[in-house]
């Protein structure tokens, strides 16, 4: 199935350091939705925006509906040991219902 | 206000078995959809309903069903079991039918020896 390009797949990185990952595809999306998976558990939503050039930030996360909307964009400031996990993107099209496609994922590393 | 909950967690089947699988939303939410995640295919839409209708589905055989109760609580049914049909399977709710915010349960891990 279709999935979006989002990089990097992984990074290994020191507490306190900044990260940030993107999500691009040839489709446009209405929604960009960002996820984070712990081992054995369900991705939990952390961010979601509606509106091209829309910036949200949640804590220590920021994230951009990029103005082509065919992109988005995820920082973790000043990353901590729990920050650990897989960060997966997710766009929605209006006119395929509550249908999700999925980036492959990048998996955090943070070295304390 | 609980979460998704899905039951069981997890499940070892035999090849050629079936299994249901079931998924009850977040109180208020009459959206549900199921996702299968493996580590080469990731996670791939199945299936959405919206007030007991199917409304999309996605690119998997014909084995994998599903259904809507009136209180929203969905089950997935998967027959004839084949190898490759081990994954975890996660549901997801939301409030309406092309809603854009979306739950996830803890999931279903699904064996199939």
């Known amino acids: 199935g279709q999935q979006l390009n989002q990089s990097p797949q992984s990074m290994f990185i020191q507490e306190g350091e900044d990260v940030s990952m993107n999500c691009t595809s040839s489709s446009i999306f209405n929604t960009w939705l960002w996820y984070k998976q712990d081992p054995g558990e369900g991705p939990v939503l952390l961010i979601a925006?509606?509106?091209?050039?829309e910036l949200t930030s949640n804590g220590r996360l920021t994230a951009q509906f990029g103005t082509t909307r065919k992109d988005s964009f995820l920082n973790i400031s000043a990353s901590i040991p729990s920050d650990v996990g897989i960060y997966f993107c997710a766009g929605q099209s209006t006119n395929a219902g509550n249908m999700l496609t999925f980036g492959g994922g990048t998996r955090l590393m943070v070295k304390p | 206000k609980a979460g998704v909950t899905q039951t069981p967690r997890y499940l070892i089947k035999t090849r050629g078995q079936q299994v249901t699988l079931s998924c009850s939303p977040i109180?208020?939410?009459?959206?549900v959809s199921w996702y299968q995640q493996t580590p080469g295919q990731g996670l791939q839409f199945l299936f959405e309903y919206f007030s007991e209708t199917q409304r999309n589905k996605g690119n998997f055989p014909g084995r994998f069903s599903g259904r809507q109760f009136s209180n929203s609580r969905s089950e997935m049914n998967v027959s004839t079991l084949e190898l490759g049909d081990s994954a975890l399977y996660l549901c997801?709710?939301?409030?309406?039918?092309?809603?854009?915010?979306?739950?996830f349960g803890p999931g279903t891990r699904l064996t199939v020896t």
């Open positions: 109180s208020g939410h009459r959206s």
């Open positions: 997801a709710s939301s409030y309406g039918h092309a809603d854009g915010e979306q739950y």
């Open positions: 925006l509606y509106k091209a050039g």
